[in-house]
């Protein structure tokens, strides 16, 4: 099967042919470490985990990294209202980061550059651009790009150049040459935390960390990018120019955006106030229940939050680790003759990598997946699965759950729990056949309370997780 990207340079869907054989170079635009991570971030997260899953999935060594914004006017605001070192303030929340970003089951990228351990990479790149004619230094010692020098500023967001400007959105500045310059380099401000540089005192701009960061670390040519939509303009535009100004050729060869998490029809932001943390989130949802809900959607389309939402993907991901759950417990007690499920598992795995390697469809993935949990357990409701085919079916969901990461690990790595069950199960048993009713009715309604539910069948008491 072939791998397709919709690449949103060339606004068209694209078969993926990396730049080296077998090998991916993916970066993504991680976050500025001013405040905890919301579930706007998690969704970038959890998009870009699945997609350097699946290309390893496929058999490609990946190369990942994303990166932190350290150094930012964001970050000295919040330093100076609580009187702390800037740098000090971001590596709090990078540690932070990580706590939260294990809520969510995700896969650590191969390597998270930050902006203030990257100053001379930085520094190096802003002189190339000014020596090969794209960038000029202010009298203040900042130094802005050109962006009249370009001939096709705009082609990733689809935007002219002339029009953004009319649009009134482009401050002004009496260093620049012309209101559409950026700054790659700003002079530092009384109290701002600084670096020396060729042009004085001063620290990165915002674009030029993330071209910088790339070139050092990943070479002049990228396969992926990938980012929220809110990024593609001004920041994936700026990082275009940049790199192409010092290298001459393309940045990334694909790029991709994930949609934004939405909230009453606005973007969820820090600055609107409408967001709601990772860490209070995964205090009423797990990493699987959260990961299966921005999953089910296509990653480019917007995504409606709330609770209401959760609890709904948390019902639908029970139905999937139930039937895990019975296949597993099916096949070490049902019968040895019977359907072995091999059209059923063929056809499950064939659909899954078919939605994958459409764009990373992880929607229609997971449609996949439920259509077999239908399946078998229809075939295992009428006693015509073997213990065999459950089995495979049991092993093709963990093998596939490599990339979505959405069953429980309780169930995948450890066996207290049945054990724990098997003791109150026979409890239950030994409390009826002694007429204690009451008890055994007690030790149902106390598990039913916590969650469990205990089913009695021809075969024997079965619990699930409700």
């Given at each position: ?22 090998k ?17 971030h ?48 971001s ?133 992926i ?90 019902t ?26 091999v ?8 659909s899954f ?47 596939l ?15 207290d ?7 109150l ?20 309604g ?7 539910n ?13």
């Amino acid at each position: 099967m072939t791998l397709f990207i919709q690449n949103n340079l060339s606004n068209k869907k694209e078969e993926f042919v990396p730049i080296e054989k077998g090998k991916v170079k993916m970066y993504v635009c991680g976050v500025t470490v001013y405040d905890d991570i919301h579930m706007g971030h998690a969704r970038s997260m959890i998009v870009f985990d699945a997609v350097a899953r699946y290309l390893r999935y496929s058999g490609y060594e990946v190369s990942h990294v994303t990166n932190f914004t350290d150094v930012d006017d964001k970050i000295i605001n919040r330093a100076n209202e609580r009187g702390v070192d800037p740098l000090l303030l971001s590596a709090e929340y990078i540690k932070k980061y990580f706590e939260d970003a294990s809520k969510l089951g995700i896969n650590r990228a191969d390597l998270y550059p930050k902006a203030s351990e990257s100053i001379d990479d930085i520094i190096g790149m802003v002189q190339t651009i000014i020596q090969n004619g794209y960038g000029y230094p202010t009298p203040d010692g900042s130094v802005y790009f050109e962006v009249r020098k370009v001939k096709n500023y705009g082609r990733l967001s689809n935007r002219k150049l002339d029009d953004m400007e009319s649009s009134g959105r482009i401050t002004s500045d009496e260093q620049k040459r012309d209101p559409m310059d950026f700054a790659v380099w700003k002079a530092a401000k009384p109290g701002e935390c600084s670096w020396n540089s060729p042009w004085g005192c001063g620290r990165p701009g915002w674009h030029i960390e993330c071209s910088a960061m790339i070139k050092r670390h990943m070479g002049d040519k990228i396969d992926i990018h990938g980012g929220g939509n809110d990024l593609i303009f001004p920041h994936h535009e700026n990082e275009i120019l940049q790199t192409e100004a010092v290298t001459g050729d393309v940045l990334a060869n694909y790029w991709m955006h994930n949609g934004m998490l939405r909230v009453k029809d606005e973007k969820m932001s820090k600055s609107l106030g409408n967001f709601f943390k990772v860490e209070d989130v995964a205090k009423s949802f797990d990493p699987q229940t959260i990961r299966f809900y921005f999953l089910s959607t296509h990653y480019s389309s917007p995504l409606a939050y709330g609770e209401d939402a959760l609890n709904e993907a948390k019902t639908a991901l029970r139905r999937l680790w139930n039937n895990y759950s019975d296949l597993i417990s099916y096949s070490n007690n049902g019968p040895k003759e019977g359907d072995d499920a091999v059209g059923v598992i063929e056809d499950a795995k064939r659909s899954f990598l078919e939605a994958m390697d459409d764009d990373f469809n992880t929607s229609a993935a997971i449609d996949a997946l439920m259509q077999t949990v239908r399946n078998t357990n229809r075939l295992m409701g009428e006693r015509k699965l073997s213990a065999s085919g459950a089995k495979n079916a049991a092993a093709l969901l963990a093998d596939l759950d490599r990339i979505l990461g959405i069953l429980p690990s309780t169930e995948k790595n450890d066996s207290d729990m049945d054990a724990v069950m098997n003791i109150l199960i026979e409890l239950r048993k030994e409390l009826r056949a002694r007429k204690h009713y009451d008890l055994a009715d007690m030790i149902r309604g106390k598990l039913k309370d916590s969650g469990i539910n205990l089913e009695d069948a021809a075969d024997g008491v079965k619990w699930k997780k409700m």
